[in-house]
């Protein structure tokens, strides 16, 4: 039986993804800091190293069979992935923030333009939840620093990703609205799934004992 | 951008094109001997008309008259409008199959194609079980019959998450069934939790979604009525599928869940290993043709083509050669006996190329020189037209 390949989202996700990892009993060795490979064979499990916003379309292709990558990918993403477990870590928030001396001031704005500009690096989270809520918003997408955007006149908000909140307090701005606490998340190929049951249900019990702990 | 093509749209080849028409045949044979009839659909419909697929995911235009229309996303919604419209008054049960290219919206930069073959079948006016076991095992028989070994036919039940999602409080039961749908199993139950499903009724939920096996008893714990009754229908489609033949492939998944959600009932996919997407999905819709005015049963399935397509060529499968090509080299200044040579062979059943092909499409290719009206040069050795007729029409099937 070939080795059930796991695509893992690189960065800040994957200390801890190795931790619990570890704890279900497979090999993380080869995972540690520095390692240059992206493919990472094994005899049980086969590794594949992506970046974060690739691992969804990785697990929905088939590429690799489960995934573990953060709900805020997920969100930004459409792919036809399933999601198994909330493994608790990596925890962050959408949030939508605007300039604390501003608040009022964009608001009244809102009224009068009936429009407001929103810089984000996640347009689909954004959008949709603007939709949700019935406001008429412009998407401004950037890929980073979407705090500048409104000291720079940019836009008016901005939906971002936060985990402490303090590179917001930092550029003087504050959240108005949380969109959604997202952690990592196991996430699995629909056929893989299908086919593979025992392992990846195997996995993901083992992975869902961890995190309840 | 002279010579390119839209994304998501392909020129299928001459060898590739004659593959999908070996399938074509051998599905649309199959579809026959259960007594399914062809129908076959227009190209574009309304946009409205077209319930079945999320509206995002069809490809749209305006034409002259100002109407919003769609190119088909399916066939199912055809078949439905069909119904509703031409056997309004049966009673009766319809059997229908397809073989047709259809069309979705992609995003860009996914690598999909919006262009590909679907083929299956609707049976509609049945609402029993023996019509659920009759198109699953009209699958097995049909993707066996194109020489797809090593399928695995997943069967669940949407009734049985639904009969969970039902105990829940109305505001919270459309996010969850979406969630469901959309393969969020982790939203699922934390919504169900959330809106306060007790422990048990949620561990029992979490055993459906992981559960896949051929036996169900452990399923029965703690479930809704409603979702033992979906497993109770299950335990009585088993002994019907295995009477059909095709016991073997099947698994009980009842964390299958398709995306759309018109199924009413018995669900099912094929998939075979090393391939992402399943070979064909399926089951019962009996919802759908009220929306078009007849309130009718309805089960069948859709397979997407091109999956079976590259599952066959993984697995080896060659398009069957077919009876040979038979390249005719002219003679020389007489293009009159050329012709009439080929027109000889042509009568025996033989088939015939004056000059060359460049593109054989895995044909079995033979070579012939014209020697006059009545002789040929065919492996070196100059024969007598009938003689060459008779080498080659050798073996063959009458």
Redesign the interface.
């Known amino acids: 039986m070939r080795p059930l390949r796991i695509a893992l989202a690189q960065g800040t996700l994957l200390a801890d993804t190795r931790v619990a990892l570890a704890a279900a009993g497979f090999a993380t060795d080869a995972l540690a800091d520095g390692g240059r490979r992206l493919v990472v064979p094994g005899a049980d499990v086969e590794y594949v190293l992506a970046r974060p916003s690739d691992v969804p379309?990785h697990v929905?292709?088939?590429?690799a069979d489960v995934g573990i990558v953060g709900k805020d990918v997920l969100l930004e993403s459409?792919a036809?992935?399933?999601?198994?477990?909330?493994l608790k870590y990596g925890r962050c928030r959408f949030v939508v923030a605007a300039p604390t001396d501003f608040i009022d001031r964009s608001l009244d704005e809102y009224r009068h333009l009936g429009s407001l500009e929103v810089a984000t690096k996640y347009p689909r989270v954004a959008e949709r939840h603007f939709q949700g809520r019935g406001i008429q918003v412009e998407i401004i997408k950037l890929s980073g620093s979407v705090e500048l955007a409104p000291q720079v006149g940019l836009a008016d908000w901005i939906v971002d990703l936060v985990s402490t909140g303090r590179t917001l307090k930092e550029n003087g701005l504050a959240i108005i609205e949380e969109i959604a606490v997202c952690t990592a998340?196991l996430i699995a190929?629909?056929?893989?799934?299908?086919?593979d049951?025992e392992r990846i249900?195997a996995l993901?019990?083992k992975l869902e004992a961890w995190a309840a702990r | 951008m002279k010579g390119a093509l839209p994304r998501g749209f392909r020129d299928i080849l001459p060898t590739e094109a004659r593959e999908l028409q070996a399938i074509e045949r051998t599905l649309m044979s199959a579809f026959a001997q259960y007594g399914y009839v062809p129908l076959e659909p227009p190209t574009v419909e309304f946009a409205e008309s077209a319930v079945t697929v999320d509206e995002r995911r069809t490809l749209r235009f305006l034409d002259r008259d100002g109407r919003l229309l769609a190119l088909r996303p399916d066939v199912t919604t055809a078949v439905a409008r069909v119904v509703a419209q031409r056997y309004r008054q049966a009673d009766a049960t319809l059997r229908l199959a397809y073989f047709a290219p259809i069309f979705r919206e992609e995003?860009s930069m996914?690598?999909s194609e919006r262009e590909y073959d679907q083929a299956g079948v609707e049976l509609i006016g049945d609402p029993t079980l023996r019509a659920d076991a009759e198109v699953i095992a009209l699958l097995a028989d049909a993707l066996a019959r194109c020489g797809l070994l090593a399928a695995?036919i997943?069967i669940g039940h949407v009734g049985f998450v639904d009969g969970f999602i039902a105990e829940l409080p109305a505001d919270a039961r459309d996010a969850a069934g979406a969630a469901a749908r959309s393969?969020?199993?982790?939203?699922t139950v934390?919504l169900a939790r959330a809106a306060g499903m007790r422990a048990v009724r949620i561990a029992a939920l979490e055993r459906g979604l992981?559960h896949?096996s051929t036996d169900l008893a452990a399923l029965r714990a703690d479930a809704p009525a409603a979702s033992q009754r979906a497993l109770d229908t299950l335990d009585t489609l088993r002994p019907l599928l295995e009477a059909a033949g095709v016991g073997g492939a099947i698994?009980f998944?009842l964390?299958?869940i398709p995306?759309l959600p018109y199924y009413t009932g018995v669900v099912f996919?094929v998939?075979v290993?090393?391939?992402?997407?399943?070979i064909a999905t399926g089951g019962r819709y009996d919802g759908l043709l009220a929306r078009f005015g007849a309130d009718r049963a309805a089960t069948g399935f859709g397979i997407a083509v091109p999956h079976l397509h590259q599952a066959l060529v993984t697995a080896g499968w060659q398009a069957p050669a077919g009876s040979p090509l038979l390249v005719l080299a002219p003679d020389d200044g007489d293009d009159a006996a050329t012709l009439s040579v080929a027109a000889a062979l042509r009568a025996a059943g033989i088939a015939v190329a004056i000059g060359d092909v460049a593109e054989s499409a895995g044909q079995d290719v033979r070579r012939a020189r014209v020697i006059d009206e009545a002789h040929l040069e065919y492996e070196g050795v100059v024969r007598a037209l009938d003689a060459v007729i008779a080498v080659l029409t050798a073996g063959e099937p009458r």
């Open positions: 379309t929905a292709h088939g590429a459409d036809e992935v399933l999601e198994l477990v909330d998340r190929n629909r056929v893989s799934y299908a086919r049951r249900a993901a019990s | 995003a996914r690598g695995d997943d393969g969020d199993l982790v939203g934390s992981r896949r698994r998944d964390g299958f995306a996919q998939t290993p090393d391939l992402g997407f399943p």
